[in-house]
């Protein structure tokens, strides 16, 4: 199994910035797309960003667009988002999740067969 593991959350104020890491051991990222969602208190599960197999493509929620950068690093085997600007409604458990196939979609959970334990983004003052 391939076993994924979320950092870089925690509290940050309205406005400030985090980077998350999404790893693996024993195995490489390499063929895999990555996607990023989160899970806010009393909410569904939302696709935030992904990217593709070769770092080539990457989308990103119209919420998130111009604040997050999603990006990758083979050498390292990981996976990152910066988070810019971060706003409290964006508080949640953020996921990484691979894709066996190349492309990636942020639209639906659909072909992500691996999920991190997911890391806790807290957004308050």
């Known amino acids: 199994q391939l076993q994924l593991v979320e950092s870089g959350g925690g509290l940050v104020q309205p406005g400030g910035s985090l980077k998350l890491s999404c790893a693996t051991s024993g195995f490489t990222l390499a063929p895999y797309a990555i996607g990023w969602f989160r899970q806010a208190p009393g909410k569904e599960r939302e696709g935030v960003s992904c990217?593709?197999?070769?770092?080539?493509?990457?989308k990103y929620a119209d919420s998130v667009k111009g604040r997050f950068t999603v990006s990758r690093d083979n050498v390292k085997n990981s996976v990152y988002l910066q988070m810019n600007n971060l706003k409290p409604e964006e508080t949640g458990i953020y996921y990484c999740a691979a894709d066996r196939g190349p492309f990636c979609t942020i639209i639906s959970r659909t072909g992500y067969d691996y999920w991190g334990q997911g890391t806790q983004v807290t957004v308050s003052s």
């Open positions: 990217i593709s197999s070769l770092g080539d493509t990457t």
